[in-house]
Nanobody, 115 residues
């Protein structure tokens, strides 16, 4: 089992920034990928960004050049730096861990972009 604890969500004005963190603990594989997803009310969950164990990253077109995903392998933690936030970024953000055998989700953290 792998446990994921997310933090860093909140209310921010348009144009502002937030940094999300997701710490993994438990039976963590040597090689694993981490990702951030989000789900807005009435919409399906969508991939925001992902990062492999080797550090390769992938972003949704809607967040590219505004969001940055990174990881600290020593702390088993993944981060999502979100800049130039827009109201359309409002959603619950979920962290996901995956290795060759399984995948786990965090509980989600609310991000609200509003003036």
């Amino acid at each position: 089992q792998v446990q994921l604890v997310e933090s860093g969500g909140g209310l921010v004005q348009p144009g502002g920034s937030l940094r999300l963190s997701c710490a993994a603990s438990g039976s963590i594989s040597r090689f694993y990928a981490m990702a951030w997803y989000r789900q807005a009310p009435g919409k399906p969950r969508e991939l925001v960004a992902s990062i492999t164990s080797g550090g390769s990253t992938n972003y949704a077109a809607s967040v590219k050049d505004r969001f940055t995903i990174s990881r600290d392998n020593a702390k088993n933690t993944v981060y999502l730096q979100m800049n130039s936030l827009k109201p359309d970024d409002t959603a619950v953000y979920y962290c996901r861990y995956s290795d060759q055998r399984s995948a786990y989700w965090g509980q989600g953290t609310q991000v609200t972009v509003s003036s």
